[in-house]
C-alpha cells in the first residue's frame, strides 16, 4: 500500500514534469509562434531545428527536454533506491511517465512529441551501458541515412534488447523499457508513412531547410 502510494506520487509528478515542452516554450518566447503551426507541426527539437535552425533557442529546446525527465527521473532513482533498493526500477517508471507527458501534455491539450529525447534521457539513469549501444546505433544510422526517424525508433528498439542481455534488476524493468521503446515507435508512424511516400525530410545540421 505505502510502495503504491509512493508510485502514484512519482506517476503524477513525471507525468507533469514530462508535460512541460521546450519547443512550445521558446517558439512562443523568442518568435512569438506556435511551433505545432510550423513545419510538421511536432512539437519537438527536430521540427523546432527545422523550422528556426540550428542556434540557441533550438539548443534550449533539447537541454529544457532534456532536464524536465533527467530531474524527476534521478530524484525517483534514488528515492527508490534509498527506501527500496530499486534505483533502476525508479528510474524506468519515472521516464516512462515523462516520457507519457511529453506525448500527451495535460499543458497543451494532449497533444506533444514524440518522447525520444525524454527517453534518451531516462535510459542513462536505468544502465549507462545501454545508453552507449543506443546512442552509437543513433547516430550511425542519423549520420548514414539521415532520417532521424530512422536512427530515433532502432536505437528505441535496442533498448529493451540490450537490456535483456545485460541484465535487469527487476522484471518490471524491462516490461517498462519494452513499453518505453513501443511508445516512441508508434509515436513515429507518422514519419513510416512519409518514408513509404518517400516525402520523409532527411536530418541536415544546416539551418533552415
Given amino acids: 500500500m505505502i ?14 514534469a514530462g508535460g512541460i ?18 513545419g510538421s507541426n511536432n512539437p519537438g527539437f527536430t521540427n523546432f531545428k527545422r523550422v528556426y535552425g540550428l542556434n540557441a533557442a533550438a ?33 524506468q517508471f519515472s521516464g516512462i511517465f515523462c516520457m507519457l507527458g511529453h506525448c500527451f501534455p ?14 534518451f534521457a531516462t535510459i542513462w539513469f536505468v544502465d549507462w551501458r545501454m545508453t552507449l549501444i543506443a546512442m552509437a546505433i543513433f547516430f550511425l544510422l542519423l549520420f548514414t541515412l539521415k ?26 524493468v524491462e516490461v517498462l523499457a519494452v513499453a518505453a521503446a513501443a511508445l516512441v515507435i508508434v509515436r513515429h508512424y507518422p514519419n513510416f508513412v512519409k518514408l513509404v511516400h518517400g516525402t520523409e525530410s532527411k536530418f541536415s545540421l544546416s539551418s533552415k531547410h
Avoid at 21 to 33: R, V, W
Avoid at 154 to 167: D, E, K, M, Q, R
Fill in 3 to 16: 510502495m503504491g502510494g509512493i508510485l502514484l506520487v512519482i506517476a503524477l509528478l513525471s507525468y507533469v
Fill in 21 to 38: 515542452n521546450g519547443a512550445i516554450i521558446m517558439s512562443k518566447l523568442i518568435y512569438h509562434e506556435d511551433i505545432r503551426k510550423s
Fill in 59 to 91: 539548443w534550449a529546446v533539447l537541454l529544457i527536454d532534456i532536464l524536465k525527465t533527467a530531474l524527476p527521473v534521478f530524484i525517483s532513482a534514488v528515492y527508490m533506491s534509498f527506501e527500496f533498493d530499486m534505483w533502476q526500477f525508479g528510474a
Fill in 106 to 119: 495535460v499543458w497543451y491539450g494532449f497533444k506533444g512529441g514524440k518522447a525520444f529525447i525524454a527517453g
Fill in 147 to 172: 532520417y532521424m526517424s530512422v536512427a530515433s525508433c532502432t536505437a528505441a528498439f535496442s533498448c529493451p534488447v540490450s537490456l535483456f542481455y545485460l541484465g535487469y534488476s527487476n522484471a518490471w
